[in-house]
């Protein structure tokens, strides 16, 4: 073997949720802030419209992980500017938490973020940063 590429393999998006012949788990995140919470069952999150490339349908967005039990409202999907969540975990959710969204593709992550912040899943031990290519000033666009 001359060459091993795992690609967007090695961040798990949920795109290879589908594929029989790859398991993986998720292995890269980005979280968004709730801003605001206009009903009992809806946070809105701050941005996330960060859709993957190929055709526009319901595979492209950035889907929530965490906490779990959340989904796009059915009138409203990932927005520019923000993002209305629904579902009964959103009754939990205040301004200021967090929810964990997990990508379509790989490139999503390193064409929008300048740097990844690494965790120890199983510790939850911040290990570091790492430049992203788009964190070291370069763009294949």
């Known amino acids: 073997m001359t060459e091993l590429a795992a690609g967007s393999g090695l961040y798990q998006p949920h ?3 589908q594929y029989r012949a790859f398991r993986g788990r998720p292995a890269a995140l980005f979280a968004l802030p709730v801003v605001r919470r206009p009903a009992p069952n809806v946070a809105t999150v701050l941005g996330g419209g960060y859709p993957a ?3 526009a349908d319901a595979h492209r967005p950035p889907v929530p992980h965490l906490p779990s039990g959340l989904s796009y409202s059915p009138t409203e999907g990932a927005g520019e500017v923000q993002t209305p969540l629904i579902g009964e975990a959103a009754r939990e959710l205040r301004v200021g938490d967090r929810v964990w969204m997990r990508h379509a593709k790989a490139g999503e992550l390193c064409e929008r973020f300048d740097t990844l912040h690494l965790v120890d899943s199983d510790t939850g031990t911040y290990e570091g940063a790492v430049p992203t290519y788009r964190g070291e000033g ?4």
């Open 15 to 17: 795109l290879f949720d």
């Open 138 to 141: 370069r763009t294949f666009l």
């Open 53 to 55: 490339s190929g055709p």
